[in-house]
Protein backbone atom coordinates (compact mmCIF):
# COMPACT_ATOMS: atom_id res chain seq x y z
CA UNK A 1 0.00 0.00 0.00
CA UNK A 2 1.03 3.92 -0.43
CA UNK A 3 3.30 5.18 2.48
CA UNK A 4 1.15 8.57 2.71
CA UNK A 5 3.64 10.96 1.55
CA UNK A 6 3.42 10.37 -2.24
CA UNK A 7 0.04 9.84 -3.58
CA UNK A 8 -3.15 12.91 -2.64
CA UNK A 9 -6.88 11.52 -2.67
CA UNK A 10 -8.58 12.30 -5.97
CA UNK A 11 -12.07 13.35 -3.91
CA UNK A 12 -12.05 17.07 -3.82
CA UNK A 13 -15.60 17.56 -1.79
CA UNK A 14 -17.75 14.80 -0.07
CA UNK A 15 -21.04 14.05 -0.93
CA UNK A 16 -21.22 12.54 2.13
CA UNK A 17 -20.24 15.80 4.43
CA UNK A 18 -23.55 17.28 3.22
CA UNK A 19 -25.53 13.98 3.59
CA UNK A 20 -24.32 12.94 6.89
CA UNK A 21 -23.14 14.80 9.73
CA UNK A 22 -21.67 12.91 13.28
CA UNK A 23 -22.76 9.16 13.52
CA UNK A 24 -23.99 7.71 16.77
CA UNK A 25 -24.29 4.41 18.05
CA UNK A 26 -27.50 3.45 17.47
CA UNK A 27 -30.01 2.34 20.45
CA UNK A 28 -32.70 0.16 18.40
CA UNK A 29 -30.42 -2.17 16.73
CA UNK A 30 -26.86 -3.99 17.17
CA UNK A 31 -23.99 -1.34 16.88
CA UNK A 32 -21.07 -2.73 14.60
CA UNK A 33 -18.35 -5.03 16.92
CA UNK A 34 -15.91 -2.12 15.64
CA UNK A 35 -15.69 1.25 15.58
CA UNK A 36 -15.58 3.03 12.46
CA UNK A 37 -12.57 5.13 14.80
CA UNK A 38 -10.79 2.02 15.37
CA UNK A 39 -11.07 0.58 11.62
CA UNK A 40 -8.99 4.10 10.64
CA UNK A 41 -6.80 3.70 13.38
CA UNK A 42 -5.86 0.40 12.79
CA UNK A 43 -4.95 1.11 8.95
CA UNK A 44 -3.49 4.31 9.46
CA UNK A 45 -0.80 2.44 11.19
CA UNK A 46 -0.55 -0.52 9.06
CA UNK A 47 0.75 1.86 6.52
CA UNK A 48 2.87 3.60 9.18
CA UNK A 49 0.81 7.09 8.30
CA UNK A 50 1.07 9.65 11.55
CA UNK A 51 -1.63 11.85 12.04
CA UNK A 52 0.08 14.54 10.75
CA UNK A 53 0.85 13.08 7.24
CA UNK A 54 -3.27 11.86 7.27
CA UNK A 55 -3.95 15.46 7.92
CA UNK A 56 -1.93 17.22 5.41
CA UNK A 57 -3.31 14.54 3.15
CA UNK A 58 -7.25 15.27 3.60
CA UNK A 59 -7.02 18.76 4.98
CA UNK A 60 -8.39 17.14 8.76
CA UNK A 61 -7.00 18.87 11.31
CA UNK A 62 -5.03 16.46 13.83
CA UNK A 63 -7.59 17.01 16.40
CA UNK A 64 -10.37 16.06 14.24
CA UNK A 65 -8.50 13.11 13.60
CA UNK A 66 -7.36 12.02 17.06
CA UNK A 67 -10.89 12.53 17.97
CA UNK A 68 -12.18 10.14 15.25
CA UNK A 69 -9.59 7.33 16.44
CA UNK A 70 -10.23 7.97 19.98
CA UNK A 71 -14.26 7.04 18.95
CA UNK A 72 -15.11 10.74 20.63
CA UNK A 73 -16.01 12.20 17.45
CA UNK A 74 -18.13 10.10 14.74
CA UNK A 75 -16.74 10.77 11.39
CA UNK A 76 -19.50 11.93 8.42
CA UNK A 77 -19.71 9.29 5.58
CA UNK A 78 -17.85 11.20 3.31
CA UNK A 79 -15.59 11.97 5.94
CA UNK A 80 -14.51 8.14 5.59
CA UNK A 81 -14.29 8.44 1.74
CA UNK A 82 -11.99 11.05 2.45
CA UNK A 83 -10.22 8.90 4.72
CA UNK A 84 -10.33 5.63 2.76
CA UNK A 85 -8.67 7.46 -0.04
CA UNK A 86 -5.63 8.87 1.64
CA UNK A 87 -5.50 5.21 3.56
CA UNK A 88 -6.11 3.70 0.07
CA UNK A 89 -8.17 1.43 1.35
CA UNK A 90 -11.57 0.62 0.16
CA UNK A 91 -14.30 2.66 1.72
CA UNK A 92 -16.60 -0.42 2.60
CA UNK A 93 -13.93 -1.75 4.79
CA UNK A 94 -13.77 1.62 6.74
CA UNK A 95 -17.84 2.16 7.66
CA UNK A 96 -18.84 -1.71 7.53
CA UNK A 97 -15.73 -3.88 8.31
CA UNK A 98 -14.11 -6.32 5.76
CA UNK A 99 -16.55 -9.02 5.28
CA UNK A 100 -15.64 -12.85 5.25
CA UNK A 101 -18.50 -14.13 2.41
CA UNK A 102 -19.00 -14.49 -1.11
CA UNK A 103 -22.29 -12.98 -0.54
CA UNK A 104 -24.87 -11.94 1.48
CA UNK A 105 -28.77 -12.84 1.54
CA UNK A 106 -30.00 -9.28 4.11
CA UNK A 107 -33.52 -10.06 5.18
CA UNK A 108 -35.84 -6.72 6.21
CA UNK A 109 -35.55 -7.56 9.52
CA UNK A 110 -31.21 -8.04 9.89
CA UNK A 111 -30.84 -4.83 8.15
CA UNK A 112 -27.52 -3.34 10.19
CA UNK A 113 -27.86 0.29 10.83
CA UNK A 114 -24.38 1.79 9.95
CA UNK A 115 -24.87 5.15 11.61
CA UNK A 116 -26.85 7.51 12.45
CA UNK A 117 -25.84 11.37 11.46
CA UNK A 118 -26.62 15.07 12.34
CA UNK A 119 -25.87 18.30 10.59
CA UNK A 120 -22.39 18.60 10.35
CA UNK A 121 -21.85 21.03 13.51
CA UNK A 122 -24.61 18.28 15.10
CA UNK A 123 -27.48 20.73 15.87
CA UNK A 124 -30.37 17.94 14.17
CA UNK A 125 -30.29 14.43 12.99
CA UNK A 126 -30.16 14.36 9.55
CA UNK A 127 -29.87 11.15 7.88
CA UNK A 128 -29.77 7.05 9.45
CA UNK A 129 -27.60 4.60 7.34
CA UNK A 130 -28.76 0.97 6.95
CA UNK A 131 -26.42 -1.26 5.38
CA UNK A 132 -27.53 -4.33 3.05
CA UNK A 133 -24.38 -6.23 2.21
CA UNK A 134 -21.10 -5.93 4.63
CA UNK A 135 -20.78 -9.04 5.03
CA UNK A 136 -19.57 -9.55 1.70
CA UNK A 137 -15.56 -9.71 1.11
CA UNK A 138 -13.31 -7.77 -1.82
CA UNK A 139 -16.77 -5.45 -2.26
CA UNK A 140 -16.65 -2.43 -4.65
CA UNK A 141 -20.11 -0.89 -3.67
CA UNK A 142 -21.52 0.03 -0.78
CA UNK A 143 -25.45 -0.83 -0.78
CA UNK A 144 -27.36 1.62 2.12
CA UNK A 145 -30.78 2.14 3.16
CA UNK A 146 -30.85 6.34 3.50
CA UNK A 147 -33.55 7.58 5.71
CA UNK A 148 -33.09 11.32 4.52
CA UNK A 149 -34.11 14.59 6.58
CA UNK A 150 -34.50 18.30 5.01
CA UNK A 151 -31.16 19.85 4.43
CA UNK A 152 -32.01 24.12 4.06
CA UNK A 153 -28.84 25.38 3.82
CA UNK A 154 -26.75 22.38 2.71
CA UNK A 155 -24.07 22.51 -0.47
CA UNK A 156 -23.44 20.90 -3.41
CA UNK A 157 -20.53 18.04 -3.31
CA UNK A 158 -18.15 16.26 -5.84
CA UNK A 159 -16.05 13.41 -5.22
CA UNK A 160 -15.17 10.70 -7.32
CA UNK A 161 -17.06 7.62 -7.88
CA UNK A 162 -20.67 6.66 -9.09
CA UNK A 163 -24.06 6.48 -7.29
CA UNK A 164 -27.68 5.28 -8.06
CA UNK A 165 -30.84 5.88 -5.98
CA UNK A 166 -34.31 4.83 -5.62
CA UNK A 167 -36.75 6.32 -3.57
CA UNK A 168 -38.61 3.83 -1.61
CA UNK A 169 -40.93 6.63 0.97
CA UNK A 170 -41.59 10.23 0.95
CA UNK A 171 -40.72 12.96 -1.65
CA UNK A 172 -36.67 13.78 -2.41
CA UNK A 173 -35.06 16.76 -3.49
CA UNK A 174 -32.09 15.71 -5.61
CA UNK A 175 -29.96 19.06 -7.46
CA UNK A 176 -27.27 17.28 -10.01
CA UNK A 177 -25.60 20.24 -11.69
CA UNK A 178 -27.88 22.66 -12.55
CA UNK A 179 -31.06 20.73 -12.83
CA UNK A 180 -33.35 20.36 -10.18
CA UNK A 181 -35.88 17.53 -9.67
CA UNK A 182 -38.13 16.27 -7.51
CA UNK A 183 -38.77 12.51 -6.98
CA UNK A 184 -41.75 10.49 -5.46
CA UNK A 185 -41.78 6.75 -4.21
CA UNK A 186 -40.57 4.69 -7.77
CA UNK A 187 -38.35 6.92 -8.92
CA UNK A 188 -34.53 6.36 -9.67
CA UNK A 189 -31.37 9.10 -10.36
CA UNK A 190 -27.96 7.69 -11.48
CA UNK A 191 -25.14 9.68 -11.83
CA UNK A 192 -21.71 10.00 -11.44
CA UNK A 193 -20.62 12.10 -7.99
CA UNK A 194 -17.87 14.22 -9.98
CA UNK A 195 -21.37 16.52 -10.96
CA UNK A 196 -22.27 18.30 -8.07
CA UNK A 197 -25.63 17.01 -6.51
CA UNK A 198 -27.32 17.25 -3.41
CA UNK A 199 -30.08 14.94 -1.89
CA UNK A 200 -32.66 15.65 0.73
CA UNK A 201 -36.39 14.80 1.26
CA UNK A 202 -38.25 17.68 0.40
CA UNK A 203 -40.44 17.91 3.18
CA UNK A 204 -40.76 15.78 6.74
CA UNK A 205 -39.03 12.64 5.94
CA UNK A 206 -37.96 10.31 2.89
CA UNK A 207 -35.97 6.87 2.54
CA UNK A 208 -33.92 5.50 -0.20
CA UNK A 209 -32.35 3.05 -1.46
CA UNK A 210 -28.38 3.94 -2.15
CA UNK A 211 -25.54 2.08 -4.15
CA UNK A 212 -22.03 3.93 -4.30
CA UNK A 213 -19.38 3.01 -5.97
CA UNK A 214 -16.11 4.43 -5.49
CA UNK A 215 -13.28 4.20 -7.65
Excluded: W
Amino acid sequence: MQSGDDKKPHINVDYFEDLTGTLETDTGAEAPQTDIGQRIKAVREARGISLETLSHLTGFDVSLLAGIESCEVQPQLGTAIKLSKALDSAFGRLVSGVGNQLYAITRKSERKIVSRSTSRKGEKQAYTYRSLASEVNGRHMESLIVELETAAGAERSVHDGEEFIYVLTGDVSLDIGDDHFDLSPGDSAYYLSTTPHLIAAATGTATILAVIYTK
